[in-house]
């Protein structure tokens, strides 16, 4: 089998690089489909006419492992493809809807199947000898019956739903991450209509951390809501007025009350300025 398994070490190489690529590009998805499906092939003729399985073992391996690595990823190409030519050429909204019915449509089969995802989630082998090896059909379970109408001697009673599991997880992340760019777009036009044109090119030019020390400042001052504002909205409505990321402000307020001396640098340096300004003025 040592050919077969070159082919196979040959493709997941090639395969991740496509993987790796812009996954919304088309012609990365027909790149990724036509490879899995000439590998395939590849496969079918070579263990047709040079190499058979000797072992009981290594049979297994291949329909359980090595051909649905391969079949998962014809799944997903194909229908990464047909994500992106059905998806509606409207709104956020909209392409957001279809994403989550997507993901719905993706669990119900999941759901239908749940019986043999479990078993391959779990990394259950008893029944390899039945699932993973050709001729046996004649079973008094439910099987998956399209390798029927495929190709009976490159084909197991469960290698196609191995494959569906792997598709599975590669189409589940990805729309995950379709659902996820989407609702960001959304939040960002949202953000664009409500915020008032007044705000435009309003820049902090100070430190993230001078920020921090102002509003905790302000928080702590019973300025605003008598001190019954959320901290953490604060943070936010500023992180917005300015158009900065404040990450993790509760961290950075920690090292603001472990600083040796000078705990409230900034707002000693806002009142000298103020001061000054002031001083400057009057002499005006």
Avoid at 193 to 198: D, G, H, K, L
Avoid at 203 to 217: C, F, G
Avoid at 250 to 268: C, P, V
């Amino acid at each position: 089998m040592q050919h077969i398994g070159q082919i196979i070490q040959k493709y997941k190489k090639q395969v991740e690089q496509i993987e790796q690529s812009n996954l919304r590009n088309l012609t990365v998805l027909n790149d990724g489909l036509n490879l899995s499906i000439d590998t395939l092939n590849q496969l079918r003729k070579e263990l047709r006419a040079k190499e058979r399985f000797i072992k009981q073992g290594d049979e297994i391996h291949f329909f359980k492992t090595d051909k649905p690595f391969i079949n998962g990823r014809i799944k997903f190409f194909s229908k990464v493809r047909r994500f992106i030519f059905e998806k509606p050429n409207a709104s956020i909204v909209k392409q957001i809807d279809y994403a989550i019915g997507m993901i719905d449509k993706l669990e119900k089969h999941k759901m239908r199947n749940l019986e043999f995802f479990q078993y391959a989630r779990h990394c259950n082998t008893s029944l390899d000898h039945i699932y993973f090896v050709r001729g046996n059909d004649k079973l008094d379970f439910p099987v998956d019956t399209s390798h029927y109408f495929t190709d009976p001697e490159f084909s197991t009673s469960h290698d196609n739903l191995a494959a569906q599991v792997i598709s599975y997880d590669l189409l589940s992340n990805y729309y995950q991450l379709e659902l996820k760019s989407l609702r960001k777009q959304n939040e960002n036009i949202i953000v664009e209509e409500i915020s008032p044109a007044i705000l435009n090119g309003l820049s902090w030019t100070a430190s993230k951390t001078d920020l921090v020390e102002l509003i905790y400042a302000l928080h702590s001052s019973g300025a605003i809501r008598n001190g019954q504002a959320e901290i953490s909205k604060m943070a936010e409505v500023c992180a917005t007025l300015f158009n900065i990321k404040l990450n993790n402000f509760y961290k950075t307020y920690a090292e603001i009350k472990n600083r040796e001396k000078d705990t409230t640098k900034f707002l000693d340096q806002l009142k000298m300025s103020l001061e000054k300004r002031i001083d400057l003025d009057n002499a005006k």
